[in-house]
């Protein structure tokens, strides 16, 4: 599962992150704070 074989590159990657469980949360929290800043210039909140 995931792009990379994560047990042969581990040693050598300077990052990497597990599938599942990598950093799907955050790329998600940050659609949503960029959507909601996107929403709030838009309005003219901030």
Do not use: C, H, W
Not at 11 to 23: D, K, L, N, R, W
Not at 25 to 34: D, E, H, I, K, Q
Request: charge should be positive.
């Amino acid at each position: 599962v995931g792009d990379v074989d994560f047990e042969s590159v581990k040693e050598v990657a300077s990052y990497i992150t597990p599938v599942p469980g990598g950093i799907g949360v955050l790329t998600t929290l940050m659609l949503f704070r960029n959507t909601l800043k996107a929403a709030k210039l838009q309005n003219k909140i901030i």
